[in-house]
Each structure stands twice: as C-alpha cells, then as structure tokens.
C-alpha cells in the first residue's frame, strides 16, 4: 500500500519537477551564451543570473549595482530582465509612484514600485533561450533608458546627484514642430530588428520560424504572413523567407532610440530618414497633393528612403490626415498612415 500511495506522490510532483527543470535549463542555455559574448553572470541566492551592471553596455549607475535574469513557469517560459534597489530618504516609495507614468510612457521597460524595494523591469514570453538572447541587447538598452530618467527625475527634485553615462538625450532639431527627441536611424538592418519578443529578422526563413512555434498563414497565392503586435511579417517574393514586415504599432524600440513617433509630418520623416544617410525617391505621379477623405481635405503622399548600401528600404504612406482638420500640408503632424520595411537582399 506504502508503494501505492509513492506511486501516485510521484505522478503528481514528477510534472512540477520537470516544469521547474526545463525553465533552470532555459536560464542555464541563457547564461551559457551571455559568457560566450563576454557578459559574466552567476546564479545569486534567488536562483537568478546576476550580471554587473556595468556589463549591459549602458554605462554606469550610482544606484544600481547588478542586473538580473530569471526564467519561470513552463513554455512559453516568462523571463524578465530587471535591476532592483530598496528605498531611501530620497527614492521613496511615494515618489517611485508619484513619476511611474512618467517613466514608464513609450517604453518597454517599466519601473514597479513594490512593498519594500522597487525594480525596473523588462519583461517577456520566450519558447526558448534564444528569443532571449536574440533581443538581449535591446532589453539593455530599454532598462538603460528609464534608468537615466530616474536618475534625471532625482535630480528635479533636489536629490542625490546621479548619472550613468549614457548618451541617449539631445538629437538634431527639425522643422518648426517639436516631437520629442530625434536621433540618427541606423544604416545597419541588425541595429533595427528584432523589433519585438518573437527575435524574427528581416530574411529569416519561415520554416525556421514555425519550427519554432509560430504560426504563418499560407495564403493560394503562394505568400505567407505572420501578425505579431499590430505588425505583420511578409513573404511576398514566394521563397519561403520574411522579406517585408509592416508597421501598424510602431515598436517601442524605435521610439526610444530613435524617436519614432506617429506625431511626426511627412516633412520631418522625410528629413530624419534623409540626414540618416537614406535615399530618398517619390514615386512617379505619388508627388504630395491636398485630396478628400469623410469630408475634410487629407495628404496624399508617398515615398521611399533606400538604405545607403541598397540592402533595405522603407517606404512611408500618408493617406487619411487627422481628425483636427489640419492633415492636408506636409507640415502637418499626425498625418502618417502606415509604412513597411522590406529587405532587398538576404
């Protein structure tokens, strides 16, 4: 009887030893690849990898000393990225919550106040490790952002003097309108995908892809698509690779690190793409004009910006304007309707 009732003990505690081992395996194969790249980590009381702060590659902090990752749960695993500290006289916990608004708009990292310590987190669901470590580097630079914005936030209001070294502020200037800071595009199309927690790059091949979970529709005529975060991943060119990818949201990567913003008029797209280094083209007879849409006049407008080395393009469309009855100039903000990205060369 004693063997019967192990038996059953047994099947009912065996499945939560091996959720708990398959989840300290992703972690482990995390770890492993963070040496590799030079990025020393080390498990801490928690069971989480503790990486110096210094290691993100975000410059320094006077408030956070270490990093964490953690990996829980069962597949999709829930990993986290995160840095901690305890309160003070100065950071208190009222005051982590008077600005999280503040911190947390348009980014993908966020500040959590809790009960005694507060964290700043980024956060994500992974079927593997290397979902993790495809956008590690980003996920450094997002906890990097709000970072700078506490220490900055400290200093308004009279607190300790911090600073971390990064270099993430100023920007050219453009135009009359101000839409937040700008920032040089990258000519690099590594620098700007992935763009989200899928880890999927422009050229990746879609079989791959499925293999690792995700799902394409397989349309008659031979193209597939993928949907993820209001953008959706093509493969126009039938060859079985992402090829194009348009953008519906626009990724909180590249509003923070480069300023991205539906705000912006098609006059300052075009400047920001061109003082990046692009080619700009209009598209013949797609010259911008005033046009109609529900009754008030809209901007009908397109163009093209070629990455320097022709490896990649964008293209940007203006069609609606707004509802302030003001989208109809090139100077109008908010007038930005859709636009993709598309790979011309694997």
């Known amino acids: ?137 980003r996920l450094c630079k997002q906890i990097g952002f709000v970072v700078s914005d506490l220490e900055d936030a400290i200093n308004r209001q009279g607190g300790n003097s911090y600073s971390n070294n990064n270099n993430y502020g100023g920007g050219n200037s453009y135009g009359g309108n101000s839409y937040g800071s700008t920032r040089l595009v990258p000519t690099n199309l590594n620098e700007l995908f992935p763009i989200d927690y899928t880890g999927i790059r422009l050229g990746d091949v879609i079989r791959n892809l499925e293999n690792k979970g995700m799902k394409f529709e397989h349309d008659n005529d031979g193209t597939s698509n993928f949907a993820v975060n209001g953008n959706r991943y093509w493969d126009f060119n039938k060859d079985g690779r992402v090829n194009s990818v348009f953008i519906d949201e626009i990724p909180h990567l590249w509003e923070s690190l480069y300023g991205f913003s539906r705000e912006w008029s098609y006059d300052k797209w075009m400047q920001v793409m061109r003082d990046s280094g692009y080619q700009i083209s209009i598209y013949s007879g797609d010259e911008p004009k005033t046009s109609t849409f529900q009754g008030r006049k809209v901007l009908k407008a397109e163009f093209k910006a070629l990455a320097p080395d022709g490896s990649f393009e964008f293209y940007f469309w203006f069609n609606y304007g707004n509802k302030n009855g003001e989208g109809y100039s090139t100077s109008s903000p908010n007038t930005l309707d859709d636009f993709r990205v598309k790979i011309n060369r694997y």
């Open 1 to 137: 009887m004693k063997k019967f009732y192990i038996i059953i003990l047994l099947a009912l505690v065996m499945p939560f030893i091996a959720v708990a081992q398959d989840a300290k395996s992703v972690q482990s194969a995390i770890s492993r690849t963070l040496n590799q790249r030079g990025i020393p980590n080390s498990p801490d009381s928690d069971g989480d990898l503790s990486i110096s702060y210094q290691d993100l590659g975000v410059g320094t902090s006077n408030i956070f000393s270490n990093a964490y990752v953690s990996v829980t749960g069962e597949q999709p695993y829930f990993a986290k990225l995160f840095v901690s500290a305890s309160y003070n006289n100065t950071v208190t916990r009222e005051f982590i919550m008077s600005i999280s608004n503040e911190l947390n708009a348009y980014k993908c990292a966020k500040i959590i106040p809790f009960e005694s310590v507060y964290q700043i987190q980024c956060e994500m669901y992974i079927k593997d490790a290397t979902f993790f470590t495809a956008v590690f580097s």
